[in-house]
């Protein structure tokens, strides 16, 4: 929850000709991380909460990306790309640990 709510923050600084696309898609896939979580852990059985993080892993994926292509373009520091690749990245670890504890 915190990681969406700081690249929503950060996507905001974008340029104006990128809201309708990086910036769009960055949002998009920072919150559909916990949407998935969320919907997968509510009333459902083991492999379709499984399914549901495998979900949330490939939109954390697509933020690395978008990470990336937000620091190629110029839009964001190394220092902020920094810090936020780590935080996706142990994100990312604790994930899929988590998946794999799921039976």
């Known amino acids: 929850m915190d ?36 919907e997968g852990s509510i009333g459902q059985t083991n492999p379709e909460f499984k399914r549901f993080m495998g979900y949330s892993i490939r939109s954390l994926a697509e933020v690395v990306t978008c990470l990336h292509k937000a620091k190629r373009r110029g839009y964001i520091s190394g220092q902020e790309f920094d810090k936020y690749y780590q935080d996706s990245f142990d994100l990312m670890n604790m994930m899929v640990a988590f998946k794999k504890k799921i039976n």
């Open 3 to 38: 990681l969406g709510e700081e690249l929503n923050h950060l996507s905001n600084k974008f340029p104006k000709t990128e809201i309708y696309n990086l910036s769009s898609q960055t949002r998009r896939a920072v919150d559909s991380i916990a949407l998935n979580i969320s």
